[in-house]
């Protein structure tokens, strides 16, 4: 490999003295102020020039701008946001938020904003390399203290990689410096079916010193949950799932995705911080053998996921249209039912595929958290 020895500078995001030369690159750009006069429509092109020249640090910039625009968003296209578990949290500590993925901008960028405004720093998020769709959004979001997780690595240098991914998280909450967002898997769930994928976290543990639990105890872990009433990009994602299936070769477009899960509707919005797994680790076996204990802390952050996540009338009636009954009808009422008919129409009828086949996947994105809550009764 090229590049050995890997260094943090490859993913780490923007420092604080590195700030006004990016906005100053990024005042340079037409596309930029097209993004900020659409999400600040108040501001005028010199307005923003003038503020850009008095920001000198990413968390200034978080507030003056990022909070802002990730506030706008939800107020066009979601309904009311509410948080349960904040004061599991203190302020003075670093945690490692390990969280569901529906949304690649909203879903950390929702914990951020209730962070900044509960009196608690904001995390560093990890995002794929593949998001980085232009000079633009790479600048955006090591602006908003994103840091680079390589998907598409040669299999004889992914334990390097690896390595140097898991040592800067470690250093990130063992050396207080910030706490710091992950989605449970890599890339955002598609189907509905929160999971854990035990590589990410053989990832996170292979920068420890000690045993599993200990290695894991350091990082203080929380399980996250962040449930929409309307699953960001469904139709897309039951589109994409549906040519999967058939063995259709799909083009997704990353770019297409983060615009429409700004923009589309969301409904209600809540967000849930499960018991701190610091609590918990100590119910689990000893870690004799490495693999099969991943896969119980991987089941055991899943239960605490599944626990914590809202759900909505929209749920459970795709759960009785798959089933063809009526077993959930006291959850949701006939203007709930009304209200998920006209979007998922709305929604399907931009999609390409079979009409029944993409209806199907469809209720089962919405199901699935259902079915995943009914297994721990």
């Known amino acids: 490999m090229n590049d050995l020895p890997l260094s943090y500078d490859h993913i780490r995001p923007y420092f604080d003295e590195e700030v006004p030369e990016v906005l100053q690159r990024l005042s340079e750009k037409p596309s930029f102020f097209m993004l900020m006069q659409y999400l600040f429509p108040e501001q005028s092109g010199e307005t923003i020039v003038e503020r850009f020249s008095n920001i000198r640090s990413v968390e200034q910039f978080q507030e003056e701008y990022i909070r802002h625009a990730i506030r706008r968003m939800l107020a066009d296209s979601a309904g009311e946001v509410t948080i349960d578990g904040i004061d599991k949290l203190h302020p003075d500590r670093q945690y490692t938020f390990l969280s569901n993925h529906r949304d690649i901008i909203l879903d950390p960028g929702i914990l951020n904003v209730i962070l900044k405004e509960q009196g608690f720093h904001t995390t560093k998020i990890a995002i794929g390399d593949n998001l980085l769709v232009s000079g633009l959004v790479t600048d955006l979001m090591k602006l908003n203290k994103s840091f680079i997780v390589h998907r598409e690595v040669a299999r004889s240098d992914l334990m390097a990689y690896s390595q140097r991914l898991s040592q800067y998280i470690r250093d990130q909450i063992v050396e207080e410096i910030d706490s710091v ?197």
């Open 181 to 377: 967002w992950i989605a449970q898997r890599s890339g955002r769930t598609k189907d509905g079916n929160d999971e854990t994928h035990t590589g990410l976290l053989k990832m996170l543990n292979i920068s420890g010193k000690g045993d599993a639990k200990e290695n894991f105890r350091r990082l203080n872990l929380i399980p996250m949950a962040v449930s929409y009433e309307y699953d960001p990009c469904d139709g897309l994602k039951a589109e994409e799932l549906c040519h999967l299936h058939a063995g259709i070769p799909y083009e997704k477009d990353d770019k297409v995705g983060m615009i429409r899960g700004i923009r589309d509707p969301k409904g209600r919005i809540h967000l849930a911080f499960g018991r701190p797994v610091n609590e918990w680790i100590d119910e689990l076996p000893e870690p004799r053998n490495l693999n099969v204990w991943l896969r119980e802390l991987a089941d055991a952050l899943d239960k605490e996921i599944h626990l914590h996540f809202r759900l909505w009338p929209s749920n459970f009636i795709a759960v009785d249209y798959l089933e063809g009954n009526e077993r959930h009808a006291a959850a949701y009422s006939e203007m709930d039912k009304q209200a998920f008919d006209a979007h998922m129409v709305g929604q399907l009828a931009k999609r390409k595929g079979d009409p029944e086949a993409l209806k199907k996947q469809f209720l089962q994105i919405y199901a699935a958290p259902v079915w995943n809550r009914e297994q721990y009764d």
